[in-house]
């Protein structure tokens, strides 16, 4: 979340979550399903880890080498 928020705020680079785990979606969760009653720890640490950053075929290199360095930037302030 720190590595996020720097990313986010500091570097203006943008992200989405394109993988919620499935007890999240709205269908699932009105059938009572939860993290806690689908008991699936490592695929809910996966969802919450994995994120898709705003790379697209369009995208320049040079725009790949900011967000590039934004990443690596955002980890060293958010271990810090």
């Known amino acids: 979340a720190a590595l996020l928020e720097v990313l986010t705020k500091k570097y203006k680079v943008g992200y989405a979550n394109h993988y919620p785990a499935v007890w999240t979606w709205e269908a699932l969760t009105e059938l009572g399903y939860s993290e806690e009653a689908a008991y699936c720890p490592l695929a809910a640490e996966a969802c919450r880890q994995v994120f898709s950053l705003p790379l697209f ?6 725009d790949c080498r900011y967000i590039a360095w934004a990443v690596k930037q955002s980890l060293v302030e958010a271990r810090a």
């Open 57 to 62: 075929l369009h995208t320049t290199a040079e």
